[in-house]
């Protein structure tokens, strides 16, 4: 599976101790955000970063001159973003979009970088953190060169649906979408949004849903895919669609 969306690494607010992570709170403000709101654009000179306290996030960058985006990542609570502007003080290298109500702690980039500089620890953890992400952002990039539409999608689906049910995709039992039967997780993206996570069309990928769903691999609604057979997703995911 490609990795690089979610990752695997444990969110930087939570790898801080107790003490850390108060004194890191407190050198910011808490902010809330409506959905679609922008906490950071792309080829801005903002340095400031933002440390997410509830609600999911993606990054994306430009692609084909502005006319579509590339999403690189989906980060949720306790995940840190901005800290390569603000340390690099260079343009923002990816918008940072709300995709439900989001509540961050933002914190200045001068303030940050004054506490990185005292605490040796904590820098440590960001510049893991950075390496982390520089080679997810590689892998993502094998991924696109190497792999069909169908599988992306059916590894991007696999990924969302093994997130815990705070995160991007909620499990159906309680509140389906209208039309969506009482089982299986139910990823909640629209096919654009499904489609930049995987830097394919939308056209490219309402066809690999129809195959799909004419498998009863999965079940589609408003927004939302359900994964009806998992194991079958999985072995389109590594490849055996023949």
């Given amino acids: 599976m490609?990795?690089?969306?979610?990752?695997?690494?444990?969110?930087?607010?939570?790898?801080?101790t107790a003490q850390e992570r108060e004194s890191v709170m407190e050198l910011g403000t808490r902010k809330r955000y409506p959905a679609d709101a922008h906490l950071m654009t792309e080829g801005d000179r903002s340095s400031h970063v933002v440390i997410i306290l509830r609600g999911w996030v993606t990054v994306s960058v430009a692609m084909?001159?502005?006319?579509?985006?590339l999403i690189l990542g989906l980060r949720g609570p306790g995940e840190l973003l901005g800290e390569m502007a603000a340390l690099d003080r260079h343009p923002r290298s990816a918008t940072v979009r709300a995709l439900g109500p989001t509540e961050a702690q933002v914190i200045s980039g001068d303030a940050f970088?004054?506490?990185?500089?005292?605490?040796?620890?904590?820098?440590?953890?960001?510049?893991?953190?950075?390496?982390?992400?520089?080679?997810?952002a590689d892998q993502e990039r094998s991924a696109l060169a190497s792999l069909t539409v169908l599988q992306r999608l059916a590894s991007r689906l696999i990924e969302f649906s093994e997130v815990e049910p705070s995160g991007p995709y909620t499990p159906s039992a309680g509140h389906p979408p209208p039309g969506l039967p009482s089982a299986g997780p139910v990823v909640r993206l629209a096919q654009d949004e499904l489609a930049a996570t995987i830097g394919a069309t939308r056209e490219a990928v309402?066809?690999?849903?129809?195959?799909?769903?004419?498998?009863?691999?999965v079940r589609t609604g408003n927004r939302s895919v359900q994964i009806v057979d998992s194991d079958l997703l999985a072995l389109l995911a590594a490849g055996h669609h023949e």
Avoid: W
Wanted: aromatic share 6%.
């Fill in 2 to 16: 490609a990795m690089g969306l979610l990752g695997n690494e444990l969110a930087f607010a939570d790898a801080l």
């Fill in 206 to 217: 309402a066809k690999a849903l129809r195959l799909l769903r004419g498998q009863n691999i």
């Fill in 64 to 69: 084909d001159r502005g006319a579509t985006r």
């Fill in 113 to 136: 970088r004054r506490y990185l500089a005292l605490h040796p620890r904590v820098s440590g953890l960001v510049i893991r953190q950075l390496a982390f992400r520089l080679r997810s």
